[in-house]
């Protein structure tokens, strides 16, 4: 019932920018943390960005100082805000997010977007 729809992804040059979002819709109580993912062909998903409920962030050295991540609460929705990008960043990017439901109160799911394509050319 709970669902995650990315957007934003698309082809971008070397040094360019991208804002990913990620909207979280259904019958939502509370979403706790929220992360981006990403995985490149042929290798592991591996975790971009964090957030907490209470706003605290934290993110691989990979891409500290290029990557921030952002979440307003009232429209359930999580940022990945990219600038500098490299080809090495070129993945598909996926947002999670822990949420409770009203219906399993007392219950916290993980749930997965489908994932949105960012290409980095060289």
């Known amino acids: 019932q709970v669902q995650l729809a990315e957007s934003g992804g698309g082809l971008v040059q070397t040094g360019g920018s991208l804002r990913l979002s990620c909207a979280a819709s259904g019958n939502i109580l509370r979403i706790h943390d929220m992360n981006w993912y990403r995985q490149a062909p042929g290798k592991q998903r591996e975790l971009v960005a964090s957030?907490?409920?209470?706003?605290?962030?934290s993110y691989p050295d990979s891409v500290k100082g290029r990557f921030t991540i952002s979440r307003d609460n009232a429209k359930n929705t999580v940022y990945l805000r990219m600038n500098v990008l490299k080809p090495e960043d070129t993945a598909v990017y996926y947002c999670?997010?822990?949420?409770?439901?009203?219906?399993?109160?007392?219950?916290?799911?993980?749930?997965w977007g489908q994932g949105t394509q960012v290409t980095v050319s060289s």
């Open positions: 999670n997010a822990f949420i409770e439901d009203a219906v399993r109160v007392g219950t916290v799911y993980s749930y």
């Open positions: 957030i907490t409920s209470g706003d605290s962030t």
